[in-house]
């Protein structure tokens, strides 16, 4: 065993979290350039990401590690970068969410109601809950690798927040654009609170349409009327038709008669009224229809709410007064009918409001709650992406954002909640109402000691919107207020835009003035490996924590990154985890390899002093060349692709990369190059640089991993007479420089070119073997016709003959053969002939077929490349482009008269 050697497998389950913990207690999660410290430089560019807070005390999904394997790549690449990198952690109370988790526990295990334990008591025992589990979402990520900055975690009800919420609650009203007052809003009866419009589903189900009479008053002629709720006819305050519908038009400014309740209202005429719809007039229900609330405002109609907070009709409702909603249903059609008013019902589709938290029926319903005026946050909003400040990727939804912000309604910001941001008003016995940062001790107007808070609580929108400034101290000038605000890139997914993106964008253009971050990244939804929607109900969920314990943390990253593009939703299965695990082990394998080599140096003879870096005396090999030209290109590619935000390709690259080009092919020439004393040390060197600036660029995917194998690298180097390559490096890969592209020499492409020619050599004679079932021991001869690469294909005989399994004694090179050598399989690959003799190789009878289905291969091509260079694409496209092109198509030409001279 070698010095250095590396274990068989990689053991993921032992590795990740010593590794984790080395990451944070070396305290490479913080930003190296911290504000509150005495050596800090202003001058040094930060990097931020506000993490989108997951609800304190959720569970790790699929969801979730989605954005954390987003969000820690973006991190760990501005940190290798040399950015001053920070990634802020924290949670959201979220109000709603928490609360009835807490009131169902309360339920089963002490039978008892929140409003029977009281407000104090409930609030102090959804503390202990967050206490209790809060931090397991913190350990589920920090699982996931995610190199957050864990001293400067946040979470939405703390003490700083709290106050950030509270100054701009109070900037807002001072500004006049806080008001409280009456308002048609959503309200869920379940949870006894108001909910704002985002969180309102909306479904297709079969209703009933109900047909009635609206009796006209002083007489027996009536108007026709359906309606899919009958008992929302005891909140009506008239009857409206179009102004130029002829069936109706002698109606108009009559009075109609309330079934049942007798009540008398006007009948009105309104453009709003569908001609064609039911049976073209309709009843206007202002306190429990949005159209109708709309209407009733033109109309200066009376708003009767006939419901109360629990879905019962009140005492508007006559005798059905505290009926439930649906049993009201019955009763009031009931009755209708004993009163001669019914005309039919007949089945109905249409779309049903659900609340999106507990998925009952939401009920339009006026109510006293407090307001947010939108209209100049809005156009704040809408400027900053308009003129550039802030940059949404991908950018299709730019058009969605627009189209939300410029038909925006007021935000209904109360919640008749417990949990939550407390309204910080009070009010006196005379209604006088204080607003105030702190705790009042008297009324603002009347001094009256006498004074208590509103019960309603803030949206979880209303703290989740200031987060990233909130987080850094705002609205205190903190050192880290001044040096990482404005944050960087917000990255989250795109069904939240309009939940949270756009409130942050404008919360932080009202309170600081500047967008709280200049690029907007949305990710797409995870879904299952047929691209159907993950429940619990398909039982298609794939669980994180299951998917890690079993393939690993990076396999699940890498899974997750690679297939995913910005704004498109992402398939995920568990064979592609797998395939990734696998992926892993080739990495952790490879690695192996290059360490064993690293150690080798030490065996045998050296051509060269062994402390010198001989780089400029040494002769690379093609193969050296070739896979160095091949990085560099990748360099390039993954820096491009980072720019542009697709992570998904530059991993695919990446992946590649390593898996083709470095481990099947470099590794398998180096083990012959390593042999030779003259080439060893060159190679060895080839293999450490390649294998250290693959592991740079992959570590951002795959964390674990690269920081293992890199640590066990830099520990061969350091002890080895190539110690000099390391010299610079620092103990962590995480903290390593990312590779930077370099500009083309000009040697890169003839060397490229000459290495994929000996590729397609070497594939075309293992396909023929694998066709003809050779054993892989068993040496070929080989006889090449070569044209002007038989410099080329002598000076690498070799490297052929080990690669393709060809008995090197026995390889023959010339120019051409004039004399085709009979009983031999020929094969083309590129403007080179290969012969190979069929003894006991080779059955004949299918080596026709074979060659007409190269030929055919070769014609398809050649077809292609002609329709496209007689196509508009030879006078658009760069010459360059063109060129190549035609060289393709003589290629391909060349091939197919090469085929059709060995059919005959």
Request: hydrophobic share 40%; net charge negative.
């Amino acid at each position: 065993m070698t010095k250095h050697e590396l274990p068989k497998a990689y053991d993921f389950k032992s590795t990740e979290q010593r590794i984790y913990a080395m990451w944070e207690t070396g305290g490479y999660f913080k930003p190296h350039n911290d504000p509150n410290k005495p050596d800090f430089d202003p001058n040094v560019k930060p990097f931020v990401i506000s993490i989108p807070p997951p609800n304190v005390t959720g569970e790790l999904h699929i969801g979730h590690a989605m954005f954390v394997s987003v969000e820690d790549l973006m991190i760990r690449y501005h940190r290798m970068k040399g950015f001053s990198t920070l990634w802020v952690p924290g949670s959201d109370h979220a109000g709603i969410a928490t609360q009835l988790m807490v009131e169902r526990d309360l339920l089963k295990n002490e039978e008892i109601t929140r409003e029977e334990l009281g407000r104090e008591k409930f609030v102090a025992r959804t503390w202990e809950w967050k206490k209790k589990y809060g931090g397991m979402i913190y350990n589920q990520i920090r699982r996931l690798g995610a190199s957050c900055d864990w001293d400067r975690e946040r979470f939405t009800l703390d003490e700083g927040l709290s106050r950030a919420v509270r100054e701009a609650f109070v900037r807002l009203y001072e500004k006049g654009l806080i008001y409280r007052g009456p308002r048609l809003i959503n309200w869920s009866p379940g949870l006894k609170t108001a909910v704002s419009d985002l969180e309102v589903e909306y479904s297709e189900e079969q209703a009933t349409l109900y047909y009635f009479k609206y009796m006209i008053a002083g007489s027996d002629e009536f108007i026709p009327v359906a309606t899919i709720r009958p008992e929302t006819i005891l909140g009506d305050t008239a009857v409206a038709v179009h102004p130029e519908d002829e069936r109706f038009k002698k109606f108009i400014g009559k009075k109609a008669i309330v079934p049942i309740l007798g009540r008398e209202i006007p009948i009105i005429a309104d453009d709003y009224v569908s001609m064609e719809f039911g049976t073209g007039a309709l009843k206007i229900t202002p306190g429990h229809d949005p159209n109708d609330y709309a209407i009733a405002h033109r109309h200066d109609l009376p708003i009767i709410s006939m419901l109360d907070k629990e879905a019962k009709v009140n005492e508007n409702g006559g005798k059905y007064q505290g009926q439930d909603r649906i049993v009201a249903r019955k009763n009031v059609w009931s009755d209708m009918k004993d009163a001669g008013l019914v005309i039919k019902t007949e089945p109905y589709t249409t779309t049903i409001p659900r609340s999106q938290r507990g998925g009952e029926i939401v009920e339009p319903m006026i109510s006293e709650q407090w307001f947010v005026k939108m209209e100049s946050l809005a156009n704040k909003g809408l400027d900053a992406v308009r003129n550039g400040q802030i940059k949404i990727v991908p950018e299709r939804f730019e058009k969605v954002y627009y189209n939300w912000l410029d038909n925006i309604k007021d935000w209904c910001i109360s919640r008749q909640l417990w949990w939550g941001h407390r309204i910080p008003v009070w009010y006196c016995a005379d209604h006088h109402m204080t607003v105030t940062r702190e705790d009042p001790t008297q009324c603002a107007a009347c001094g009256s000691k006498n004074i208590h808070q509103d019960e309603d609580v803030l949206d979880t929108w209303f703290s989740s919107g200031l987060w990233p400034f909130s987080t850094l101290g705002w609205p205190e000038q903190t050192p880290d207020l001044k040096y990482f605000y404005p944050t960087s890139y917000m990255e989250t997914g795109y069904d939240i835009l309009f939940f949270w993106v756009a409130r942050m964008i404008m919360t932080g253009l009202e309170f600081t003035e500047v967008p709280p971050f200049h690029t907007v990244y949305l990710h797409g939804l995870v879904r299952d490996e047929h691209g159907h929607k993950m429940s619990k109900t398909k039982g298609n969920v794939l669980d994180p924590l299951v998917v890690m314990d079993e393939f690993g943390t990076d396999a699940l990253r890498f899974t997750m990154l690679v297939g995913s593009t910005p704004g498109n939703d992402t398939n995920v299965g568990i064979k592609k985890v797998e395939a990734n695990r696998n992926f892993a082990n080739k990495i952790w394998n490879a690695g192996r390899f290059v360490i064993n080599a690293i150690d080798s140096l030490d065996d045998g003879p050296q051509t060269m002093d062994s402390t010198v870096n001989s780089q400029s005396s040494t002769v690379w090999s093609l193969a050296d060349s070739w896979i160095w030209a091949k990085l560099q290109t990748l360099i390039r590619d993954v820096e491009r692709q980072f720019q542009n935000f697709q992570y998904g390709q530059a991993g695919q690259q990446i992946y590649e990369f390593i898996w083709n080009d470095f481990a099947d092919w470099y590794v398998e020439i180096a083990k012959g190059q390593i042999q030779n004393p003259e080439s060893r040390r060159q190679t060895v060197e080839t293999l450490v640089r390649v294998f250290d600036i693959s592991l740079r660029l992959l570590h951002p995917f795959t964390p674990f991993i690269t920081e293992e194998v890199w640590g066990h690298l830099h520990t061969a180097l350091k002890e080895s007479e190539l110690r000099d390559l390391c010299k610079d490096w620092p103990d962590a890969l995480i903290v390593a420089k990312f590779p930077e592209p370099r500009d083309p020499e000009g040697w890169e492409e003839s060397k490229i070119a000459d290495f994929t020619l000996i590729q397609e050599l070497v594939r075309s004679i293992r396909n023929l073997r694998a066709e003809n079932n050779v054993a892989p021991s068993k040496k070929l001869a080989a006889q090449f016709a070569a044209g002007d690469k038989t410099g080329l294909l002598i000076e690498q005989s070799a490297m052929i003959a080990a690669l393709a399994g060809l008995n090197v004694d026995e390889v023959k090179i010339e120019t051409s053969i004039a004399q085709k050598p009979e009983d031999s399989a020929a094969i083309v690959a590129g403007s080179v002939e290969i012969y190979l003799p069929l003894t006991g190789m080779v059955d004949l009878a299918n080596d026709k077929p074979r060659l007409e289905k190269e030929l055919k291969e070769a014609q398809s091509h050649i077809e292609r490349l002609e329709k496209l260079l007689s196509s508009d694409f030879a006078n658009k496209a760069p010459a360059a482009l063109v060129q190549k092109e035609r060289e393709k198509l003589d290629g391909y030409k060349d091939t197919a008269e090469k085929i059709k001279a060995q059919l005959k």
